[in-house]
C-alpha cells in the first residue's frame, strides 16, 4: 500500500473552524497555486470564487500528510470542481497551465504591485490599471491626487513590503507598552493577528488593548498616539473612534463584518538598534524602518470576542461565523454571540467555542 492512500477514509471536517490547521503543513505546492487563484478572484473582486479556493486551500492544510494522488481526495469535503482539476494538474504535471498563465499576466502582476500600496484597494487598482499604471512609480508619474494614506503608501513602499520579523514585533510591542501604561497604568495589551498564531513574518503587527475596569480604556486611543508622535515613533496613524451599538442584552449585532472597536491604522518608525536581525544593515542612519502596526481597543466585557476576531485567520474567522449561522442559528461578531435574541457572555476564548459546540482549536491551529 502506497503511504497515504488511507487519508480519504479519514473523515475530515468540512468548517474550518472544526480542524486544526498548523503553520506548517505537508501540502505546500497544491495550497500555493490555490491561493494564487484565490488571490486573483479576490482582485477581480469575485468574492466567491476567492473564498472557495481558500476554502480548498485550508482543507489541504488540515491533512495529516503529502497528498500524492488524486484517488486520495475522495470523500474530502471543500473541493470544488474547479479547485479538483487544479490540484490534479499539480499532482499530474507539477504545475497548473491556470496558475501559470494568472502568475504571468500583466494584469495580476499589476494589481499585486498596486495594492501593495498601504491604502490601495482593488477597486482603485483597477482603475489605474486600465488607464496603464501598472507600477508605484506609473503611478507617482501619473499626477494622480492620492489620500493621506496612500501617499504614505507610496512613500514608505519598499519597506513596507518586507516582511515584518517577529524580533521587529517584539520591539514594537515594547514601544506600545510604554506608550500605553504612560497614559493608562493597568491596561493590558495583547499581541493578536498572524504573530499570535505562531508566524515568525507578517505584513503588519497587532494589538489589542484593554482594561480591566470596564470604561477606563474609552478614548484611549488618541492618548497613545499623541504620547508615540511626541516620541518620533509614528510615519502615518488614522485613528477612529468607537461606534459601538448597545442593546438592552449587550453589544448589538453589528450589520457588517467590519467592528466598531476604537482603533488605529498606523506606520511606525523604529530603530534599527532596537532589535538584533534587522533586514536592514546599512547605513543605519538613512535607514527608515517602516513597519504596518494596528492597534484595537475593546471594552474588558468584550475582550474574548475581539482576541477571537482578531487572531484569525481571516478564513477561519469567516469560517466560525459561517458555523455560527449555519449550524447553530446563532450571530457571533468580534463584540459578542447571540443566540438568536439571548446573548452569550463569555471572558475566554475556550467559553466561546464551548458556546458555539466547537472543540477548542488554539492560536497555532487557527492558520486557515
Ligand atoms: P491582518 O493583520 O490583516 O492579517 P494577519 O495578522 O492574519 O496576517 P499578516 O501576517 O498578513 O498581518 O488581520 C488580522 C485579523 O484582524 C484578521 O483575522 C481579521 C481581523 N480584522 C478585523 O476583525 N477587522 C478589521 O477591520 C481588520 C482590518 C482586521
Ligand atoms: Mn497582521
Ligand atoms: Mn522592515
Ligand atoms: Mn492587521
Known amino acids: 500500500q502506497k503511504p497515504g492512500l488511507e487519508l480519504a477514509v479519514v473523515s475530515v471536517p468540512s468548517y474550518a ?13 497544491l495550497t500555493d497555486a490555490l491561493s494564487i487563484l ?8 469575485n468574492e466567491g470564487r476567492g473564498v472557495a479556493f481558500r476554502r480548498a486551500a485550508a482543507l489541504l492544510k488540515s491533512l495529516p500528510q503529502e497528498v500524492r494522488g488524486a ?55 483597477d482603475r489605474w490599471f486600465r ?28 519597506e513596507l513590503n518586507l ?12 514601544i506600545v507598552e510604554r506608550a500605553v501604561h504612560a497614559v493608562l497604568p493597568g491596561a493590558e495589551i495583547t499581541l493578536i493577528g498572524g504573530f499570535r498564531r505562531g508566524k ?9 488593548i484593554t482594561h480591566p475596569d470596564e470604561g477606563r480604556e474609552e478614548g484611549l486611543m488618541p492618548k497613545v498616539v499623541s504620547w508615540l508622535e511626541a516620541q518620533g515613533f509614528l510615519l502615518y496613524q488614522k485613528t477612529t473612534g468607537n461606534s459601538y451599538l448597545e442593546s438592552k442584552e449587550g453589544p448589538a449585532r453589528p450589520a457588517s463584518n467590519m467592528d466598531r472597536f476604537e482603533r488605529c491604522f498606523s506606520i511606525f518608525r523604529l530603530n534599527p538598534h532596537t532589535h538584533s536581525d534587522s533586514p536592514h544593515p546599512l547605513p543605519q542612519t538613512l535607514v527608515v524602518v517602516a513597519v504596518r502596526v494596528d492597534l484595537v481597543v475593546s471594552p474588558y466585557s468584550q475582550f474574548a470576542f475581539a482576541l477571537l476576531g482578531w487572531t484569525g485567520s481571516k478564513l477561519f474567522e469567516r ?4 458555523w455560527a449561522v449555519h449550524e447553530k442559528a446563532m450571530t457571533l461578531s468580534s463584540h459578542a454571540l447571540y443566540d438568536r435574541k439571548r446573548y452569550l457572555r463569555a471572558s475566554s476564548e475556550e467559553e466561546i467555542f464551548a458556546h ?10 487557527r492558520n486557515a
Open 71 to 125: 484517488e486520495q481526495l475522495r470523500g474530502l469535503p471543500c473541493l470544488g470542481e474547479h479547485s479538483l482539476r487544479v490540484i490534479k494538474e499539480v499532482l499530474e504535471d507539477g504545475v497548473s497551465l491556470e496558475v501559470e498563465t494568472t502568475t504571468h499576466s500583466e494584469q495580476f502582476k499589476a494589481m499585486k504591485a498596486l495594492t501593495g500600496i498601504f491604502g490601495v484597494g482593488a477597486k482603485t487598482a
Open 131 to 158: 488607464e496603464g499604471i501598472h507600477t508605484p512609480s506609473d503611478l507617482q508619474r501619473s499626477g494622480h491626487t492620492l489620500n493621506r494614506a496612500q501617499r504614505a503608501g507610496l512613500q514608505y513602499y519598499d
Open 38 to 45: 484565490a488571490e486573483n478572484a479576490e482582485l477581480g473582486e
Open 356 to 365: 458555539l459546540g466547537l472543540e477548542y482549536i488554539p492560536p497555532c491551529d
Open 200 to 208: 515568525q513574518t507578517g505584513h503588519d503587527v497587532d494589538f489589542l
Open 319 to 322: 469560517e466560525l461565523r459561517r
Open 163 to 174: 516582511p515584518v520579523t517577529k524580533s521587529e514585533a517584539v520591539a514594537i510591542g515594547q
Open 17 to 29: 473552524c472544526q480542524r486544526h490547521t498548523p503553520l506548517l503543513h505537508h501540502n505546500i505546492t
